[in-house]
């Protein structure tokens, strides 16, 4: 909404007034329900990661603390800029954001540029676009000062190290965590949970033989892990029927796991130009009495999901689930009000360590 | 009683008077007192009889005096650029008196310049003495003004009026403060005492009064059964600058906590007064003062944590560390931060701990009292087994005045979750102007003799009673100093002295 003004950093406050008192006229009011501090390597990937700040501040105002740190070894600097951003949704909520541009030995003095400008008494949220397990000496003072630490996995090299940190964070040192794939999932966590919601559904949850989630393998500039989502839902459904994993194998591009009790799945990918890359497009169930699931995502639709049931003895009428808040941002902002570390999302991490022995995400 | 003089209703008057200010040359003179005293005077606050007589070592005129005392007006006066008009007239009210403070001469002839001020300005003999010097010297001047009639015998002439204005520090420890109040009490009567402490004159200290005991809905929830703690921080961002060697004699806890934390404690704690007089007030501090349960062997290295800063960042410069300022010793074991665990044993605050930190090199300069309430009882909004964020009151003495508390609320839309939210009240937004100095209030009130907002010697006598076994005790034990970088909260003992308990430090 301003441009951003660079300033020393003791003047960040006072040029945020200063930028305050001008917009004094134009009915802008200054609000903020938390702290967000987002720290991103310098890349491409930028932009990304401020489009979903703008979709949070959509939801929520929020002080920003946006940290970029340079990787260039050559260059050594620390640069903070301020601005006021509008939320689209409202438009007459604006809240602050500070950022923090560094590189080089420069990161040393980031916590202390932040320290001063959280405010009291709201929460700290941390988003870190990076992969946690790479040490990164930032992290440990930033993840100090946070009440939740959001990750993204989108950024994980493996997500075997990935779900592993996330855990020593979460059982180690009690902080609370979550993951924005997991957050985009919630649509279809619902689904499930609510397509499974009588003694006969349920049942037959116990009695799956086969399992096949189709993803989207669009691959663009900030997405390249594809199948983390597909992931996440097979480690979820598995953890949650308590199946034991027993072997995979990779066939050209479909993956195939078995567990006990003759259980088998698949993950498979597809390529919908309409649809966000690495999302969930569909998920067929089977079970030993012979019902079949199917849920698709419409992509002419892509925040409804047509949802197919036969049965051994009937056909049920196809519906259409509205899958919940799935716009990009939104299942994030919902995640950072969530408060707590879900369990369920906490299983699905132990699950995922063992179902990525192979390292395929 | 002055018979069109409206109780509640008319401004107070001031009787005339003389303000001597003994160290006239010094930075709180320039800094604080004449700006404050040139504050008064704009606003109409001063008596229309009056002078003000600086009394220093250094050899000066009256006219290079007054030039010295604008250009600090210009520089730190509330209220930007210097009133000319009202300059021109208030500057021949000022005047220059040098003696050392230990002749006798100086005094015959500072006797002297003010009766002709008094015949002159129609001050009616009426004195203030404002003692801004090394307190090695209190005694010496009392007893000096004292020996030349300076100071009167109260009662003795119920025309005339003398009063000692006496900055902190009042005394070193237990013992030096008792010996000053004995070396002092020979010439002074209480009632003639002022000491001063300028937290008293802050405006959100003052409104700690009006917050607590003109709002029925707070003062039922004031007591052990609702509050879960109390935090008092004073931070401040700079380190020791010119002051090194005064805070070599000094450290934190002498210079911040015996006096100003001290006093926001009782406070915050004092039960409510039967009226709003100096006595009535007072009394009731000081019984929170001697309710402050004694610290004992344990607490001395478990629930009070001293500190010296190391190097570090503030507002991301890097800084030097406390043993490598100006006039310190580079082996100094002077606490530049201190945190302790308080328990006042009265019926309203059995068993609320208090802490309270101060600390220099903080990563901002803010104070604040925070109330934190107990948690509401049951689980129908507990999520996943976390408890929702208790209630808190902060009190933001300064920078930016004010009151927040803070709510949880629940965040629109079909499901629930809870987040905590503030309500924000800010002096600045509310009244849209700065308030008035600490000291402008508090000169003030000397003149008019209500000394409310002014420690007595009980209060500092309870409160340097609590702190000197402390004192004694970081004595004959050697800290490893430093032990937190600057631009940090403190060191991470703190930390965990109050997470020992189950509770955090805010961060403000």
């Known amino acids: 909404m301003t441009t951003q003004q660079i300033v020393p950093p003791a003047q960040i406050e006072s040029e945020l007034l200063r930028i305050w008192d001008s917009l004094d006229q134009t009915r802008q009011m200054r609000a903020s329900l938390f702290n967000l501090i987002v720290f991103n390597e310098l890349s491409t990937r930028t932009d990304y990661i401020r489009n979903i700040v703008q979709k949070i501040i959509d939801t929520f105002p929020c002080r920003v603390l946006f940290v970029s740190h340079d990787p260039d070894p050559s260059k050594h600097y620390l640069k903070t800029a301020v601005s006021v951003i509008a939320s689209k949704g409202t438009g007459s909520n604006v809240c602050d954001d500070i950022d923090i541009g560094v590189a080089g030995s420069e990161w040393e003095r980031v916590p202390y540029v932040i320290l001063p400008h959280l405010l009291p008494d709201l929460p700290v949220y941390l988003l870190w676009a990076e992969d946690p397990s790479h040490t990164h000496p930032l992290f440990q003072p930033l993840a100090k000062l946070s009440t939740r630490i959001i990750f993204d996995s989108e950024s994980a090299d493996h997500l075997t190290s990935f779900a592993q940190t996330l855990l020593n964070l979460k059982e180690q040192k009690g902080q609370d965590i979550a993951d924005l794939n997991w957050a985009r999932l919630e649509g279809w966590r619902d689904l499930l949970a609510s397509t499974f919601d009588s003694k006969e559904r349920i049942k037959d949850l116990n009695e799956i033989d086969e399992l096949t989630i189709t993803y989207n393998g669009r691959e663009t500039e900030f997405f390249c892990h594809l199948k983390i989502q597909a992931m996440y839902l097979l480690a979820l459904v598995s953890s949650r029927l308590g199946w034991s994993f027993q072997t995979f194998e990779k066939k050209k591009n479909h993956f195939h796991f078995s567990f006990d009790q003759s259980i088998r799945a698949k993950i498979e990918s597809s390529f919908i130009q309409e649809l966000p890359p690495g999302s969930i497009l569909s998920m067929k169930i089977s079970t030993k009495g012979q019902s079949h699931y199917h849920f698709a995502i419409n992509p002419q639709q892509p925040h409804q999901a047509t949802v197919n049931i036969t049965m051994h003895d009937r056909c049920e009428l196809p519906y259409r689930f509205i899958l919940r808040k799935s716009l990009m941002g939104q299942s994030l902002v919902r995640e950072i009000f969530l408060k707590g570390t879900s369990s369920f999302f906490v299983e699905t991490l132990h699950q995922l360590q063992i179902l990525d022995r192979e390292t395929i995400c | ?508």
């Open chain 2, 1 to 508: 009683m002055n018979p069109l003089d409206e109780p509640g209703r008319a401004s107070r008057t001031t009787d005339p008077c003389v303000l001597v200010i003994f160290g006239a040359t010094g930075d709180l003179t320039g800094r604080k007192l004449v700006p404050a005293i040139y504050q008064l005077g704009r606003e109409g606050l001063l008596p229309s009889n009056f002078a003000c007589v600086g009394f220093a070592r250094r050899p000066k005129t009256d006219e290079q005096f007054r030039d010295e005392l604008k250009e600090d007006i210009s520089t730190y006066s509330r209220t930007k650029p210097i009133d000319e008009t009202f300059w021109q007239s208030f500057k021949e009210q000022i005047f220059y008196h040098r003696s050392d403070f230990d002749d006798d001469k100086g005094y015959q002839d500072l006797a002297h310049k003010l009766m002709q001020i008094d015949s002159r300005l129609g001050t009616r003999g009426n004195r203030i003495f404002y003692l801004s010097v090394p307190p090695k010297y209190f005694p010496q001047i009392i007893e000096k003004l004292h020996k030349f009639n300076l100071i009167y015998k109260v009662g003795a002439d119920e025309e005339r009026w003398s009063r000692v204005i006496i900055e902190k520090p009042f005394g070193h420890d237990l013992a030096s403060s008792a010996d000053l109040q004995e070396d002092i009490e020979k010439y002074l009567h209480e009632s003639q005492t002022y000491r001063i402490d300028h937290y008293l004159g802050k405006e959100t200290v003052q409104n700690l009064l009006v917050f607590r005991f003109a709002n029925s809905i707070f003062e039922s929830i004031w007591n052990n059964k609702y509050i879960d703690h109390v935090q008092i921080t004073v931070a401040e961002e700079i380190g020791i600058g010119t002051r090194g060697a005064f805070f070599e004699e000094e450290g934190i806890l002498r210079d911040v906590v015996q006096n100003h934390m001290m006093q926001l404690v009782s406070l915050v704690a004092m039960e409510p007064p039967v009226n709003l007089g100096a006595t009535a007030v007072r009394d009731e501090k000081v019984k929170v003062l001697q309710s402050i349960r004694p610290f004992v062997q344990n607490d001395f290295d478990q629930h009070i944590i001293r500190g010296q800063y190391g190097s570090g960042y503030i507002n991301g410069e890097s800084v030097i560390g406390y043993q490598q300022e100006a006039n310190v010793n580079p082996n100094s074991t002077i606490e530049t931060y201190v945190a302790m665990r308080l328990f006042i044993d009265n019926w309203r605050w059995a068993s609320v701990p208090f802490y309270l930190r101060a600390g220099k090199r903080l990563p901002k300069r803010a104070t604040e009292i925070a109330i934190t309430f107990k948690d509401a009882p049951g689980f129908l909004f507990n999520n996943q087994g976390r408890k929702i964020d208790p209630n808190v009151l902060a009190i933001r003495i300064q920078p930016n005045e004010g009151i927040a508390l803070k709510i949880n609320c629940k965040i629109p839309g079909p499901s629930s979750p809870i987040q905590p939210v503030k309500m924000d009240f800010r002096y600045g937004s509310y009244f849209g102007q700065s308030p008035p100095e600490a000291y402008e209030r508090l000169i003030w009130d000397s003149m008019l003799g209500d000394n409310t907002l002014f420690a007595r010697s009980d209060e500092v006598a309870s409160s340097w009673k609590i702190l000197t076994p402390v004192l004694e005790y970081w004595a004959a034990n050697r800290p490893a100093f430093p032990n937190y970088s600057a631009g940090t909260w403190g060191p991470t003992e703190a930390d965990r002295m109050i997470a020992n308990n189950g509770r955090i430090w805010r961060i403000l």
